[in-house]
């Protein structure tokens, strides 16, 4: 472990992730949210996802939403995709930053996509290449990284293997996902020591839940790795898979709020920030779980 690093990047997922496990919102508001979002600063926003309607009903206006946001200069947006079909959807509307998910866990895999984590591998192999072809770029995101609701611990040396094999197939970036909120201060050094001894250039990228008060800490143990990219959903938008009631996605503002005060950039406004959670929350409804949109900044 070495010093902290002077500045992160965050992708903000409330549009996709967040919004996905939430009661379906319409239209124009997940695109006022979305261009709040691109107007603070964020350097890379996950926008929408390219699934099928039936599966996931929340996305199934994605084509729409991504017509009709705002394209920020200076701000990176991606997709999620579930498979090949979902990539070409994203490629045909213009977007060329890419995301599929495969699960450290078998049975967390099939319980999700109805196959095991290498026939999946499999199917990643071909979408990497189809996303290269059009010279776009896909990250693979390894869910269940750090534990999983039906197989319990996760092996370190599992989720090494399989960065090993993404980025084999060429994988531009590899993300660990926090599914469940199951990860500590241990068990995410436990991955990264796995994972760089193997695969020491590899882009990482790693995404938190707050589902049992850890990610924070989760955080700042990845930042004494020197990993300088980040996944959070402003407000804390988004629900956890598997642990009904439980808080999902780490919220945003309350990330950049501890990088701040740590002394570590983000290039993110935090007043402009609070104020999207403020939309985000009256939005869906309900109130967000962020601290740091109910009790505001340490000092104003």
Known sequence: MGELPTRVSIREVGPRDGLQNEDPVPTEAKVRLLNALSHTGVSRIEAVSFVHPKAIPQMADADEVWAAAEKVPGVRYSALVPNSRGAQRALEAGLRELEVVVSASDTHNRRNVNRSTEESLNDISALIAMVHGADGECEVIISTSFGCPFEGDVAPAR????????????????????????????????VLDAVRARQADVPLLLHFHNTRGTALANILTALRFGITEYDASVGGLGGCPYAPGATGNVATEEVVHMLHDMGIDTGIDLEALIDAARLAQQIVGKELPSGVLRAGPRIS
Do not use: E, Q
């Open 159 to 190: 989720v090494a293997s399989i960065v090993d094999r993404v980025v084999t197939d060429g994988a531009d970036r590899v993300a660990f996902g926090d599914t469940t909120g199951m990860a500590t201060p241990r068990r995410v050094s436990d």
